[in-house]
């Protein structure tokens, strides 16, 4: 069903996981001795594969830190932000969501709390470029956000934005240009809105009962999965991707567990992780909150 290994951001547990098609995990961070002397690793939101090849990049949304984890040597080689504490000045924020690499190696972030999208120069860690007004959280993008926590890069070089306040979700540049905004139908929460390549857009209903909702950029639904009870009902999710044989991957956080479901039945027809289940030990997860799928050239050059 999986086209290749998944990446989890297993937050209640406080780590990473990279999981096989068949279940098997392949990959973990932080093992015993990875973190080093003064480095902290909590509440891992989100964990994405870098366009590099080579790094995950990791956002710790309640220890408002970004970091750039190496594969190969299980070592934190970047961060920005300061564990543990939030703010707005410079170097600080304040739950921050989504973290991407853009190809050019600079790290955009949704910093959720302080209403704003800002893209972070690797090297320097210097803010190149920002959407919204810090602190001021109210829909009129580009000028300002209700409170965004989804900035998916698309291929044409723009960002997808989801806003929390209002169940917006837009597609902008990051010169300032606002290609067009559009409110999600029916949904109390939404998350991490993803363009699909017929141009529609999927994203999640954070809530109980959770909500999957494919809709034009109009607003118009498509497709629809809310399951109101029973095995398939979903439990705050939080992210989901469509994979490429048109299957649709999410971590259904407070179920602890990831599915895969077929839209064209609205069968659940892959699973990693128990219903309701919490757990650490090979198999089990603990508020799942984030999800990649690795891409089939990652980590060969």
Known sequence: MLPSNLLIADRANNRVIEVTPDRKLVWEFPRPGDLQPGQHFRWPDDAFYAPDGKSIVVNEEESHAIVLVDYASHRIVWQYGVSERHGW???????????????????????????????????????????????????????????????TPLSNGHVLVTEILGDWV?????????????????????????????????????????????????????????????????DHPSLAIELSNGLIVLNDDFRNRVIVIDPKTDMIVWQYGINDRRGRTDGLLFVPDGIDIKPADWGAG
């Open 170 to 234: 837009s597609e902008l540049g990051w010169d300032g240009t606002r290609y067009w905004t559009v409110q999600a139908p029916g949904i109390h929460y939404p998350s991490d809105a993803q363009m699909l390549p017929d141009g529609n857009i999927l994203l999640v209903d954070y809530s109980r009962p959770g909500q999957i909702l494919i809709m034009t950029r109009q607003g118009k639904p498509v497709w629809r999965y809310a399951h109101r009870s029973g095995p398939a009902m979903l």
């Open 89 to 151: 000045a410079k170097g600080y924020l304040n739950g921050p969501d989504d973290a991407y690499m853009w190809p050019n190696g600079s790290i955009g972030v949704a910093d959720i709390r302080n209403c704003r999208l800002i893209l972070i120069d690797q090297a320097s860690r210097a803010i190149k470029a920002q959407l919204g007004r810090t602190g001021y959280c109210a829909h009129n993008p580009p000028k300002s956000f209700g409170l965004p926590n989804g900035d």
